[in-house]
């Protein structure tokens, strides 16, 4: 929601879609998001700018090794890597229509949830949630910021940890539509 109240014209596109797809007033279904790609595409961008875990859980060999190892994967740097995203720190969910980059696992510039036997058991609920919350959030109500908050200084430093979070949280007004 931080990046959408960040960059309005990224909200008006989403809410554009919804009024478009679902029609303004209509009750949002999770069996809408299929036909709901810029919304997706927000989604996608978000998790690979702001992923909840930025390292993933620390894998092992399955054998016994000479040498320990225990590798990190720093998803918060994949997806800010130079040379995997053009223009790297932008929000720009465009970059994720038409592409075939999803957040399931199967593509390694993007692992919010991790791959393989150790991705996120949580990952289908999520994805179902997240697309539901966000959806109804922008289909329900209007946003803006308090009075005095510049979309473009909107604060949006992270505090690192198991789990990203924002530094200060957002404070945002929403009217109902």
Partial sequence: MAELLRNPNALAKAREEL????????????????????????????????????LLLPRKGGEDVEICVQILVNVWAIGRDPMIWDDPNAFVPERFLG??????????????????????????LALRILHMMLGSLIHWFDWK????????????????????????PLLAIPTPR
């Fill in 19 to 54: 009024d478009a797809t679902i029609g303004k007033g209509n009750n949002f279904q999770e069996s809408d998001v299929s036909r709901l790609p810029y919304l997706q595409a927000i989604l996608k961008e978000t998790f690979r700018l702001h992923p909840a875990a930025p």
């Fill in 99 to 124: 592409s075939e980059v999803s957040a399931k696992g199967n593509n390694f510039e993007l692992l919010p949830f991790g791959a393989g036997r150790r991705i996120c058991p949580g990952l289908p």
């Fill in 145 to 168: 910021l308090p009075d005095g908050v510049e979309p473009e200084k909107l604060d949006m430093d992270e505090k690192f940890g198991m789990a990203l979070q924002k530094a200060k």
